[in-house]
C-alpha cells in the first residue's frame, strides 16, 4: 500500500474549494452574504499566500507570508464559528468539518513559523 505523502499545499486549495462550495450553499440574507463575503475572500487567501511563500526571498519574507496566511486562516476561522453559532449554514456536517480543518491548518502554521523562527 502506497503512504499517502502530506502536501500543504494541495491541502490548502482544497480548504479554498471547500469554503467556495460552502459558501456558495449559503442563504441570500443580508448576514449571511456579508459573512459569506468575508470568508470567501479570507479562506481563499490562505492558498495564494503560500505559493508566494515558498518563493519568498529571504527568510524573514517567508516568516511574513505564513504570518499572513496564519492571520486569514484564524479570520476564517473565527467567521465560521460565527455562521455555526447563528444557525446559517444548511449543513451542520460541513460546517464543523470546515471549522475542524480550518483549526488544524492554523496548528500546522504555527508550528511551521516557530520552527522556521527558530532556524
Known sequence: MKEKVFNLEDR???FAV???NFVESLPGTKSALHLGGQLLRSGTSPSLNYGEARS???RNDFIHKMKLCLKELRESYNCLRILHR???CPSEQ?????IKECNELICIFVKSIVTAQTK
Do not use: M, W
Not at 460541513?94 to 470546515?98: G, S, T, V, Y
Open 18 to 20: 471547500s469554503v467556495i
Open 56 to 58: 519568498g526571498e529571504s
Open 12 to 14: 490548502l486549495i482544497d
Open 86 to 88: 447563528a444557525r446559517l
Open 94 to 98: 460541513k460546517i464543523q468539518d470546515l
